[in-house]
């Protein structure tokens, strides 16, 4: 069992997304709050295995996520 950090966010349509900063890559989309996070749950040992199967590294969730306001010219 392990624990990670997530991030869920609700769009101006209503729909959620679920991110990990410590898996990178790993998205949930649903219509819930509680969807994403059961998708989550089914879905982040999915994503261990991909990414354990490739090679690739697993970080550890010791990452701290930051939200800033960032200005860009458009």
């Known amino acids: 069992m392990r ?3 997530v991030v ?7 729909k ?3 991110t990990v900063p ?14 994403v996070l059961a998708l ?6 999915f994503h261990l ?6 090679g ?5 969730d010791d990452v701290e996520a930051k939200v800033v306001s960032l200005e860009v010219a458009v």
Do not use: Q
Request: charged fraction near 35%; charge should be negative.
């Open 49 to 54: 295995a991909s990414l354990h199967e490739e």
């Open 8 to 14: 869920v966010e609700e769009d101006p349509e209503g």
């Open 56 to 60: 690739r590294p697993v970080r550890e």
């Open 22 to 35: 410590a898996l990178p890559g790993y998205v949930a989309c649903g219509d819930t709050e509680e969807e």
């Open 3 to 5: 624990t990670f950090k």
């Open 16 to 18: 959620w997304t679920l």
């Open 40 to 45: 989550a749950r089914e879905g982040i040992p």
